[in-house]
């Protein structure tokens, strides 16, 4: 079965502008997370989305935001971008809490 | 609140050596523990868990047990090759509260001929 997707796997954006990520879990899981990957900070949770509602948020500021929609694909968007916003942004999906998650590759954002 | 903590890398083998990466833990409540692998250029991917106390897990020769008694789930591998090089994430979720979890650093391990 297909994994979980991310697009664009690279994007290169310059201060100030916007971006929308794209996550497309693997059929049948209602869950998906978002991580921000950093090599100073790690791993850090965005935000969680179950059933088309943010179930959970991190420590991220409010311009950090995202949407589920009925057919479970997820997006994240950042608005206003800073040069501390470069990053792998991971998305998540898991079938039942507890089991952990299965993780698409990624998309590599660099900020300019 | 919660936290993991990995040994620090990188930790450098030679094949068919012996693996032990160390993760301790600190929750607040009883939590699953997880451990990842993330390869070059790729997300995460689930390499074993355990969800109780003395639980043990195992996938692709790794293991690793859930010790409550000294907080901890130490990664394992009796022989490891080329191929186990990677960077390996220890993880901590609850059952109720599964969509976030707490992640450690990471320890890279490189594996030599």
């Known amino acids: 079965k297909a994994g979980v997707t991310q697009t664009p796997r690279y994007l290169i954006k310059t201060r100030g502008q916007q971006v929308t990520l794209s996550c497309s879990p693997i059929?049948?899981?209602?869950?998906v997370s978002w991580y921000q990957q950093t090599p100073g900070q790690g791993l850090q949770f965005l935000f969680e989305?179950?059933?088309?509602?943010?179930?959970n948020k991190g420590n991220f500021p409010g311009r950090f935001s995202g949407r589920q929609f009925s057919n479970s694909r997820s997006e994240m968007n950042v608005s206003t971008l800073e040069l501390g916003d470069s990053a792998l942004y991971l998305c998540?999906?898991?079938?039942?809490?507890?089991?952990?998650?299965?993780f698409g590759s990624g998309t590599r954002l660099t900020v300019v | 609140g919660d936290s993991v903590t990995q040994m620090e890398g990188p930790v450098t083998l030679s094949e068919e050596a012996f693996l032990t990466i160390n993760c301790t833990y600190t929750a607040t409540g009883y939590p699953s523990l997880f451990w990842y692998v993330q390869y070059p250029g790729e997300g995460l991917q689930l390499l074993l868990k355990a969800t109780k106390a003395d639980d043990k897990g195992s996938n692709k020769g790794f293991e690793a047990t859930y010790r409550k008694e000294t907080t901890s789930f130490h990664l394992e591998k009796g022989s490891v090759q080329v191929s186990d090089s990677a960077v390996y994430f220890c993880a901590l979720s609850y059952n109720t509260n599964a969509g976030k979890s707490t992640f450690g650093d990471g320890t890279t391990l490189t594996v030599k001929p």
């Open positions: 989305y179950f059933s088309e509602t943010q179930r």
């Open positions: 998540a999906s898991s079938l039942q809490q507890g089991n952990g998650y299965t």
């Open positions: 059929s049948g899981h209602r869950s």
